[in-house]
Each structure stands twice: as C-alpha cells, then as structure tokens.
C-alpha cells in the first residue's frame, strides 16, 4: 500500500541521516589519522545526529497531536521529519545548531504549531507538550547505552568521547525544555491545569521564557547547579565528566585541542 505524501520521510531528513552515519563511520574508523580530520569528523557526525534529533523532537510533538485530534499537522508537513517544513524553522533547527556550536550547549527548539482546539482533554494537551523533551532523554539513552550496557570495549575512544557529549546535548535540551517556565515544553505540560485567569496572566511572558532562561544560566551559581545535574545524569547513565569534555574538545576542531584528549582520542598529535 502506498504511503501518504504527508507522513512520508523527506529526502531531506534521510540526506541529513545518511551524512551523519557516513561521518559517524568516519568518527570509528579514524578519519584520515590527523588531530583535525578527526575533529571535523566528529563535528560532523554530532551536528548532524543533533539535526536528527531535533526533527524527531518535532515530530513527537506532531505525532502525539495527530494521535490526540489534531489532523492539520499532516498538511502541514510535520509527519514528513523535513525541517524545512517546521512553522519555526529558525527556531526549530538553526538556532539550536548556532549555539551548539558557539557555545557547546543543547538549546531547546521552537514547538510546531499544534491547533490546540482540535485536542479535546487536558492529559491529552499535557502528552502533546512532554512528547518533545521525552524524545530528548530517550536520545540520550539510546546514546549512553553502550556506557549503562558496559559494551565499551572496541568501540574507539574517538567515538566514545562523541557519543558522550552528544548525550551531553540531549540531556541539556531535556532538563531545559523540560522547566514548567512559559515558552517551554515543561510549562505547556502544566498549562492545561491552571486556570483561565492564570494562563491569561503568563501568557505575554511566553516569548521571553527561553532568553529569561540563558539570562539566569548566565549567573555562575545557577551555572553550577544545572550543570552539576547534568553530570549526574550522564554520571548516572555511566559517562564520565572527562569523556564528554572530550568529546566537547574534538567537536571544536578549530580550537587548540587538549593534549589529554588528543592522547586519549588515538589522534597522536595536537591541533
């Protein structure tokens, strides 16, 4: 039976997927033996798992909403996992890859637009919004399952390291999408139970959650606090805080490597 246009994968989502699976055969291999083909291996190969995981991110959203009543996202092309097809594609995408690479950090994307008067039933609005951050931790778990499976041995340390700060990057967009502050997936879990006046008082504050959010991760205090549970999680899952440090060192390639990670990686040589 043919599949619908609307809940076909896009070519564009499988060309991001293809390319992310070759550079992460890169990443295993070796790369071409040198401190920087490695890197830019490595850069690759997370960048472009973290596209993926951010269409899949979207795509829950869109999927739990079909499943509640919202049949509109169909038409809208969010079955498709095309990020181009996003309301948010800025948001969504762009955004996101921008901070990862200026600052090493899983930035949650922009929702799709849901019709929410089509959902009927406040459990079904709060799944519709937890779809997304629950696509996160289960990334990342798929990420650290080689760590929590004790499965390390000959997996190359390159590869590790990668592996572990792309977990890294799912647990950050989790715990952050998941905070209940408006403008988040954590808020729209709780704002089916609040009432109208409540909803109508937060509601202008929504577009400004997130940057009120990076405001305060700004603050060295609550800087240490949420990255010390984000090292518990990973600690909890069996990453190491040197190992996605690595892994943070080789996504930067253009940066001097350390020579701890450079050594450990089996590059050889430093950048």
């Known amino acids: 039976m043919a599949v619908d246009a609307s809940r076909r994968i896009s070519p564009v989502f499988l060309g991001i997927a293809a390319v992310t699976a070759a ?15 490695e890197g830019a291996a490595v850069f690759v190969f997370v960048t472009g798992a ?19 009543g919202d049949l509109s ?6 079955l498709t996992l095309n990020p181009l097809r996003y309301t948010h594609a800025v948001l969504s995408v762009l955004l996101p890859v921008l901070f990862l690479v200026m600052g090493g950090i899983g930035l949650p994307g922009g929702a799709v637009f849901i019709e929410r008067h089509r959902i009927r039933g406040r459990l079904r609005h709060s799944l519709v919004s937890a779809a997304g951050p629950l696509t996160n931790a289960l990334f990342a778990l798929v990420c650290t ?53 409540a909803r109508r008082r937060v509601e202008p504050f929504a577009p400004y959650g997130l940057v009120a959010v990076f405001v305060l991760l700004m ?30 060192d080789l996504y930067r390639f253009w940066r001097a490597a350390d020579p701890v990670c450079a050594y450990a990686a089996g590059l050889g040589v430093t950048r």
């Open 219 to 248: 603050a060295p205090e609550v800087n240490q606090v949420f990255f010390g549970l984000v090292d518990g999680v990973l600690g909890a899952l069996g990453v190491g805080d040197a190992e996605s440090a690595c892994g943070r």
């Open 50 to 68: 973290w596209v993926v995981s951010l269409c899949l991110h979207e795509y829950a959203h869109a999927r739990t909403a079909l499943h509640g």
């Open 145 to 197: 399952a080689p760590f929590w499976l004790g499965a390390l041995d000959g997996v190359p340390a390159g590869f590790r390291f990668a592996l572990a700060f792309l977990a890294l990057l799912q647990v950050t967009a989790a715990l952050l999408n998941s905070l209940p502050v408006p403008g988040l997936d954590g808020y729209g879990v709780l704002e089916p139970w609040l009432s109208e006046r």
């Open 23 to 37: 550079a992460g055969w890169a990443v295993w291999r070796g790369g071409a033996g040198t401190g920087l083909a």
């Open 73 to 78: 996202v169909a038409d809208k092309g969010y």
